[in-house]
Protein backbone atom coordinates (compact mmCIF):
# COMPACT_ATOMS: atom_id res chain seq x y z
CA UNK A 1 0.00 0.00 0.00
CA UNK A 2 1.31 3.31 -1.27
CA UNK A 3 -0.83 6.34 0.24
CA UNK A 4 1.23 9.67 -0.03
CA UNK A 5 -1.89 11.60 2.16
CA UNK A 6 -1.53 8.87 4.86
CA UNK A 7 2.28 9.07 4.63
CA UNK A 8 2.37 13.07 4.86
CA UNK A 9 -0.85 12.77 7.90
CA UNK A 10 1.26 10.86 10.14
CA UNK A 11 4.94 12.03 9.82
CA UNK A 12 7.31 12.37 12.41
CA UNK A 13 8.04 16.34 13.23
CA UNK A 14 11.48 16.61 13.65
CA UNK A 15 13.85 18.78 15.08
CA UNK A 16 17.70 19.68 14.03
CA UNK A 17 20.50 21.46 16.02
CA UNK A 18 20.35 24.78 14.46
CA UNK A 19 24.25 23.89 13.45
CA UNK A 20 23.21 20.33 11.98
CA UNK A 21 25.26 20.30 8.78
CA UNK A 22 22.84 17.22 6.90
CA UNK A 23 19.75 16.51 6.32
CA UNK A 24 17.81 14.06 5.06
CA UNK A 25 17.81 12.89 1.35
CA UNK A 26 15.50 9.78 0.90
CA UNK A 27 12.48 8.59 3.29
CA UNK A 28 12.31 5.19 2.38
CA UNK A 29 8.34 4.46 3.63
CA UNK A 30 6.84 0.89 4.17
CA UNK A 31 2.94 0.51 5.48
CA UNK A 32 2.09 -3.11 6.63
CA UNK A 33 -0.98 -3.73 7.47
CA UNK A 34 -0.59 -7.08 8.65
CA UNK A 35 2.55 -9.27 10.70
CA UNK A 36 5.50 -8.92 8.52
CA UNK A 37 9.06 -8.39 8.69
CA UNK A 38 10.79 -5.31 7.95
CA UNK A 39 12.17 -5.08 4.60
CA UNK A 40 15.21 -2.52 6.04
CA UNK A 41 15.86 -3.42 9.55
CA UNK A 42 16.29 -6.50 11.99
CA UNK A 43 12.71 -6.13 13.21
CA UNK A 44 9.73 -8.67 12.78
CA UNK A 45 6.44 -6.86 13.43
CA UNK A 46 3.69 -9.28 15.08
CA UNK A 47 0.59 -7.39 15.40
CA UNK A 48 -0.56 -8.64 18.79
CA UNK A 49 -2.79 -5.27 19.75
CA UNK A 50 -6.11 -5.75 18.87
CA UNK A 51 -6.56 -1.89 18.43
CA UNK A 52 -3.73 -1.62 15.44
CA UNK A 53 -5.10 -1.01 12.05
CA UNK A 54 -1.87 -0.52 10.68
CA UNK A 55 2.02 1.25 10.94
CA UNK A 56 3.85 2.83 8.75
CA UNK A 57 8.06 2.49 8.84
CA UNK A 58 9.88 5.70 7.81
CA UNK A 59 13.67 4.81 6.81
CA UNK A 60 15.52 8.31 6.71
CA UNK A 61 18.24 8.17 4.81
CA UNK A 62 21.17 10.76 4.97
CA UNK A 63 24.47 10.94 2.99
CA UNK A 64 26.35 11.52 6.09
CA UNK A 65 26.34 11.22 10.02
CA UNK A 66 29.10 13.63 11.51
CA UNK A 67 31.16 10.69 11.62
CA UNK A 68 30.71 8.41 8.61
CA UNK A 69 29.50 8.34 4.80
CA UNK A 70 25.72 6.45 4.70
CA UNK A 71 23.35 6.76 7.67
CA UNK A 72 19.57 4.93 7.95
CA UNK A 73 17.31 6.10 11.08
CA UNK A 74 14.02 4.58 11.61
CA UNK A 75 10.70 5.95 12.73
CA UNK A 76 7.82 3.60 13.62
CA UNK A 77 4.07 4.75 13.72
CA UNK A 78 1.28 2.60 14.74
CA UNK A 79 -2.18 4.29 13.52
CA UNK A 80 -5.32 2.84 15.45
CA UNK A 81 -8.69 1.94 13.67
CA UNK A 82 -9.84 4.74 14.79
CA UNK A 83 -7.44 6.44 13.01
CA UNK A 84 -5.62 7.77 16.06
CA UNK A 85 -1.81 6.90 16.99
CA UNK A 86 -1.25 3.94 18.58
CA UNK A 87 2.41 4.27 19.58
CA UNK A 88 5.86 5.70 17.70
CA UNK A 89 8.90 3.81 18.28
CA UNK A 90 12.27 5.37 17.20
CA UNK A 91 15.75 3.91 16.61
CA UNK A 92 18.82 5.04 18.65
CA UNK A 93 22.28 3.71 17.61
CA UNK A 94 21.15 0.19 16.37
CA UNK A 95 18.55 0.36 18.94
CA UNK A 96 14.81 1.77 19.39
CA UNK A 97 12.54 3.47 22.25
CA UNK A 98 9.52 4.66 22.83
CA UNK A 99 9.13 7.55 20.73
CA UNK A 100 5.58 8.65 22.14
CA UNK A 101 5.71 9.86 25.65
CA UNK A 102 3.56 8.34 28.62
CA UNK A 103 1.10 11.73 28.48
CA UNK A 104 1.81 11.99 24.86
CA UNK A 105 1.97 15.71 25.40
CA UNK A 106 5.14 15.45 22.04
CA UNK A 107 1.78 14.60 20.11
CA UNK A 108 0.55 17.29 17.23
CA UNK A 109 -2.30 15.72 16.31
CA UNK A 110 -1.25 13.05 14.43
CA UNK A 111 2.67 13.91 13.99
CA UNK A 112 5.09 12.48 16.84
CA UNK A 113 7.40 15.41 17.31
CA UNK A 114 10.99 14.14 17.81
CA UNK A 115 14.40 15.87 18.45
CA UNK A 116 17.59 14.43 16.12
CA UNK A 117 20.84 14.19 17.88
CA UNK A 118 22.85 16.57 16.31
CA UNK A 119 25.02 15.21 13.65
CA UNK A 120 24.31 11.47 14.77
CA UNK A 121 20.64 11.43 13.85
CA UNK A 122 19.23 9.19 16.47
CA UNK A 123 15.70 10.07 17.70
CA UNK A 124 14.29 10.93 21.19
CA UNK A 125 11.47 12.67 22.54
CA UNK A 126 13.20 13.85 25.09
CA UNK A 127 16.92 15.96 25.03
CA UNK A 128 18.14 14.64 28.43
CA UNK A 129 18.96 11.19 26.58
CA UNK A 130 21.47 12.65 24.19
CA UNK A 131 23.61 14.16 26.98
CA UNK A 132 23.75 11.00 28.39
CA UNK A 133 25.61 9.79 25.86
CA UNK A 134 29.26 9.59 27.06
CA UNK A 135 31.01 10.91 23.56
CA UNK A 136 27.47 13.46 22.77
CA UNK A 137 30.58 16.62 22.94
CA UNK A 138 33.33 14.82 21.20
CA UNK A 139 31.43 12.66 18.18
CA UNK A 140 30.73 15.86 16.11
CA UNK A 141 33.72 17.72 16.90
CA UNK A 142 37.51 16.11 17.24
CA UNK A 143 35.75 12.48 16.20
CA UNK A 144 34.06 13.48 13.27
CA UNK A 145 34.48 11.33 10.49
CA UNK A 146 36.63 8.38 12.32
CA UNK A 147 34.11 5.46 11.29
CA UNK A 148 34.78 6.17 7.19
CA UNK A 149 32.03 4.51 4.68
CA UNK A 150 30.38 2.16 7.02
CA UNK A 151 28.56 -1.38 6.01
CA UNK A 152 24.85 -2.67 7.23
CA UNK A 153 23.00 -5.81 7.01
CA UNK A 154 20.46 -4.01 4.54
CA UNK A 155 23.04 -3.67 1.87
CA UNK A 156 25.80 -6.34 2.48
CA UNK A 157 27.20 -6.95 -0.90
CA UNK A 158 25.68 -3.95 -2.25
CA UNK A 159 29.28 -1.74 -2.17
CA UNK A 160 32.27 -2.00 -0.07
CA UNK A 161 34.30 0.20 2.10
CA UNK A 162 38.01 -0.14 2.54
CA UNK A 163 41.10 1.62 4.19
CA UNK A 164 41.01 4.48 1.42
CA UNK A 165 37.81 5.00 1.35
CA UNK A 166 37.62 5.54 5.16
CA UNK A 167 40.98 8.04 5.15
CA UNK A 168 39.00 10.40 2.38
CA UNK A 169 35.59 9.97 4.72
CA UNK A 170 37.51 10.97 7.38
CA UNK A 171 39.44 14.08 6.06
CA UNK A 172 36.13 15.15 4.30
CA UNK A 173 34.15 15.11 7.59
CA UNK A 174 36.82 16.70 9.26
CA UNK A 175 35.55 20.28 7.65
CA UNK A 176 32.40 19.39 9.33
CA UNK A 177 33.28 19.45 12.83
CA UNK A 178 30.95 21.15 14.89
CA UNK A 179 29.53 22.25 18.54
CA UNK A 180 25.88 21.43 19.04
CA UNK A 181 23.94 24.47 19.48
CA UNK A 182 21.42 22.60 21.64
CA UNK A 183 19.05 24.61 20.20
CA UNK A 184 16.43 22.97 17.91
CA UNK A 185 14.47 24.33 14.78
CA UNK A 186 11.35 22.58 13.59
CA UNK A 187 11.83 20.04 9.94
CA UNK A 188 8.55 18.90 8.13
CA UNK A 189 9.46 16.34 5.74
CA UNK A 190 9.03 17.54 2.11
CA UNK A 191 6.97 15.56 -0.29
CA UNK A 192 9.42 14.93 -2.68
CA UNK A 193 11.65 13.10 -0.36
CA UNK A 194 9.31 10.28 0.45
CA UNK A 195 10.07 7.12 -1.95
CA UNK A 196 9.22 3.18 -1.28
CA UNK A 197 12.47 1.43 0.63
CA UNK A 198 12.54 -0.64 -2.82
CA UNK A 199 13.47 2.42 -4.58
CA UNK A 200 15.82 3.74 -1.74
CA UNK A 201 17.26 0.52 -1.39
CA UNK A 202 18.52 0.59 -5.26
CA UNK A 203 19.22 3.98 -4.71
CA UNK A 204 22.01 4.48 -1.97
CA UNK A 205 24.62 2.27 -3.05
CA UNK A 206 24.59 4.43 -6.25
CA UNK A 207 24.68 7.74 -4.25
CA UNK A 208 27.48 6.15 -2.23
CA UNK A 209 29.66 5.79 -5.45
CA UNK A 210 29.02 9.01 -6.90
CA UNK A 211 29.72 10.76 -2.90
CA UNK A 212 33.26 8.63 -3.05
CA UNK A 213 34.17 9.71 -6.81
CA UNK A 214 33.37 13.34 -5.92
CA UNK A 215 35.01 13.06 -2.45
CA UNK A 216 38.15 12.22 -4.71
CA UNK A 217 38.03 14.52 -7.41
CA UNK A 218 37.28 17.85 -5.60
CA UNK A 219 38.05 19.87 -2.06
CA UNK A 220 35.01 21.46 -2.52
CA UNK A 221 32.14 21.55 -0.23
CA UNK A 222 29.16 19.23 -0.29
CA UNK A 223 27.25 22.13 0.46
CA UNK A 224 27.94 22.79 -3.42
CA UNK A 225 26.88 19.45 -4.58
CA UNK A 226 23.32 19.51 -5.86
CA UNK A 227 21.22 16.33 -3.97
CA UNK A 228 19.22 15.89 -6.83
CA UNK A 229 22.59 15.30 -9.39
CA UNK A 230 24.08 12.63 -7.23
Known amino acids: MWDLDII??????????HKEPFYPV???????????????V????????????YMIEYAIYWDFDIQHLYDLEHVWIYVAKDGSVLNCEASFHGKFFNGLLKD???????HVKLLCQPGKHAFSPILALFELLPNFD??????AGRDGLILTS???GTYETNDEINQLVYAYLQNYRFKPSMEFQRYIIPDDLYITW??????VPLRIRRIVEHIRSTTGSFSDMNRKEL
Open 8 to 17: RKYAPIIYFD
Open 26 to 40: HVGVTILSQPAVSPS
Open 42 to 53: HREFRFHDARLD
Open 104 to 110: RSNLEET
Open 138 to 143: TCTDED
Open 154 to 156: PFT
Open 198 to 203: EILHQE
